[in-house]
């Protein structure tokens, strides 16, 4: 049975306000996140999008709740525009490469999916549709969109009439102007109001896409929106409690989903609008467009833990913008090999500890409230510093927020290793200074002489140096923390 005794609130971005969350089944949340477009790989920007969604995911489970989430994987019908208009995205990056649809939509959720797997993203029992397996219920959606007077057929496809649906745009940020404009300057006039949008478009006439289906309306292939309409409907059913995305989805792509799933569904669609702020680089939004795009691969090359970049999330609330920088991740990265090092070193033998309920109480508040991850963290820091509390106690509660947090404490010794071997460069012993030289000296004589705690000592002191030492059966391995 749930234990209801902590509420906990989320931003809603319909009500504009923190709302206290409330299930619509007892103990079983419905999470719909949008997925990736697996036209090319996915970038770091995109992945904050999908460590929120987890991070949602993690506190629900953290209190108690079963949750039921889908990410869906958009491989057909997303335009380059974002809108109605422009080349599908797939089929451009199969024209371009000279592969089929098919064959990049599988190379780019295989990344996907290795990606999302390496941020420690939950994906048991998670669902991964594909846009492509849910043709006929995305027709089936137009279909009764048609029969209900809310979508008109034009030369180019079946759009939804956004005049019909009595609250549309109540998320808010329609660029009505930009839609006017480009009403103006469109090709295709047929429209008729600029924030109407295709629900279903045929192919050209002159030339035939990889990616096509028959329709009761002529062969074509279905809007972007109208999946995660369906896909949603199919896979959660009717109404939902949260929907997440970036900001960049709210003017748009969640507009239109909540204008077609209520005019067929003829219930409330969402219950939490979730969105995460965009990761930027030297404040510009990374974007495809702008050619700023880093990739989780370019951080593991360069030598850092793909949790560095995690932690590095999670020391930002996901509402306000992250600049990134290597330097940030240089930052995130060394706290990080900290927590595992006083995990490996201090606490490694820790065993049967109970939860110390004065931080866990604290650590309910942080993140119950709107996923407060920044406090959570500087809460770990406060818990690992604590000299009151046992080390067993430590373990146990480090291990209990580290459900919550996913940096990795529960698999530390592998990644301790793995971190550091990645990351420091071994010092070959003519480079050492001799001031280290010398502390390793005294160092490897207390030991022998079984003096811990002045061994212990002097490892610090290299610490603060700037120094590691892993202690090998061939004797003590010297490692610099940074790269210089
Ligand atoms: P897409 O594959 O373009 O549909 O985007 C996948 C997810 O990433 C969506 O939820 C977007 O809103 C989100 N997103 C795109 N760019 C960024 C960015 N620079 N920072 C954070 N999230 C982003
Ligand atoms: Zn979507």
Same mark, same amino acid.
């Given at each position: 049975?749930?234990?209801?005794? @902590?509420?906990?609130?989320?931003?809603?971005?319909?009500?504009?306000?923190?709302?206290?969350?409330?299930?619509?089944?007892?103990?079983?949340?419905?999470?719909?996140?949008?997925?990736? =477009?697996?036209?090319?790989?996915?970038?770091?920007?995109?992945?904050?999008?999908?460590?929120?969604?987890? &991070?949602?995911?993690?506190v629900?489970?953290?209190?108690?709740?079963?949750?039921n989430q889908v990410i869906n994987i958009t491989d057909v019908g997303h335009l380059v525009s974002d809108g109605d208009e422009g080349e599908d995205k797939l089929e451009k990056a199969a024209t371009e490469s000279g592969e089929s649809a098919q064959n990049i939509a599988e190379k780019y959720t295989k990344l996907f999916f290795e990606d999302i797997v390496?941020? %420690? $993203?939950? =994906?048991?029992?998670?669902?991964?549709?594909?846009?492509?397996? /849910? $043709?006929?219920? *995305?027709?089936?959606?137009? *279909?009764?969109?048609?029969?209900?007077?809310?979508?008109?057929?034009?030369s180019d496809g079946i759009y939804f009439d956004t005049s019909v649906f009595k609250d549309y745009g109540a998320l808010g940020n329609i660029p009505i102007e930009e839609l006017e404009e480009g009403a103006r300057v469109d090709k295709n006039n047929e429209k008729r109001h600029p924030t109407d949008f295709a629900l279903w478009k045929f192919s050209p006439k002159d030339s035939k896409r990889q990616q096509e289906w028959p329709s009761p309306w002529g062969v074509g292939f279905p809007g972007w929106h109208i999946e995660c309409s369906a896909m949603s409907r199919a896979?959660?059913?009717?109404?939902?409690?949260?929907?997440?995305?970036?900001?960049?989805?709210?003017?748009? @792509? @969640?507009?239109?989903?909540?204008? *077609?799933?209520?005019?067929?569904?003829?219930?409330?669609?969402?219950?939490?609008?979730?969105?995460?702020?965009?990761? =930027?680089?030297?404040?510009?939004?990374?974007?495809?467009?702008?050619?700023?795009? $880093?990739? +989780?691969? *370019?951080?593991?090359?360069?030598?850092?833990?793909? +949790?560095?970049?995690?932690?590095?999330?999670?020391?930002?609330?996901?509402? &306000?913008?992250?600049?990134?920088?290597?330097?940030?991740?240089?930052?995130? @990265?060394?706290?990080?090999?900290?927590?595992y090092s006083y995990f490996v070193e201090n606490l490694k033998d820790a065993e049967g500890g109970a939860l110390s309920q004065k931080y866990k109480k604290r650590f309910i508040q942080y993140i119950n409230d709107n996923m407060d991850t920044p406090h959570a963290i500087a809460l770990v820091w406060e818990l690992i510093k604590d000299k009151e509390i046992s080390k067993e106690d430590k373990k146990a509660t480090l291990l209990d927020f580290d459900r919550v947090l996913g940096i990795g404490l529960d698999a530390k010794e592998i990644q301790l290793t793995t971190v550091l071997k990645n990351t420091a460069k071994k010092?070959?012993?003519?480079?050492?200074?001799?001031?280290?030289?010398?502390?390793?000296?005294?160092?490897?004589?207390?030991?022998?002489?079984?003096?811990?705690?002045?061994?212990?000592?002097?490892?610090?002191?290299?610490?603060?140096?700037? /120094?590691? $030492? %892993?202690?090998?059966?061939?004797?003590?391995?010297l490692l610099r923390k940074t790269e210089k």
């Open positions: 049975m749930k234990k209801e005794t @902590h509420p906990i609130y989320f931003f809603d971005t319909l009500t504009k306000g923190k709302k206290v969350f409330t299930p619509l089944h007892k103990n079983e949340v419905r999470l719909y996140s949008c997925g990736p =477009t697996v036209y090319s790989r996915a970038h770091i920007g995109n992945m904050r999008s999908y460590v929120m969604s987890d &991070t949602i995911r993690r629900l489970e953290y209190n108690d709740y079963k949750v390496e941020l %420690n $993203i939950e =994906t048991d029992g998670t669902k991964f549709p594909k846009a492509t397996d /849910y $043709i006929q219920s *995305q027709i089936a959606m137009v *279909q009764s969109l048609m029969e209900t007077g809310h979508a008109y057929q034009i896979l959660l059913g009717r109404s939902i409690d949260i929907h997440t995305g970036g900001i960049d989805h709210i003017a748009t @792509h @969640h507009n239109n989903e909540i204008a *077609q799933s209520e005019s067929v569904n003829k219930k409330k669609f969402v219950n939490y609008w979730i969105h995460n702020a965009f990761i =930027t680089v030297e404040g510009r939004r990374m974007g495809k467009s702008v050619g700023n795009l $880093i990739s +989780l691969d *370019q951080i593991i090359d360069r030598g850092y833990s793909p +949790l560095a970049y995690r932690y590095l999330l999670l020391t930002a609330h996901y509402s &306000t913008p992250l600049n990134f920088t290597w330097d940030a991740l240089e930052g995130a @990265h060394t706290a990080l090999i900290r927590i010092i070959e012993v003519n480079d050492i200074p001799s001031e280290v030289q010398n502390i390793l000296t005294e160092r490897k004589k207390a030991r022998e002489d079984k003096d811990y705690k002045k061994a212990d000592e002097l490892r610090d002191t290299l610490d603060e140096m700037g /120094y590691e $030492i %892993n202690d090998t059966e061939h004797g003590a391995e």
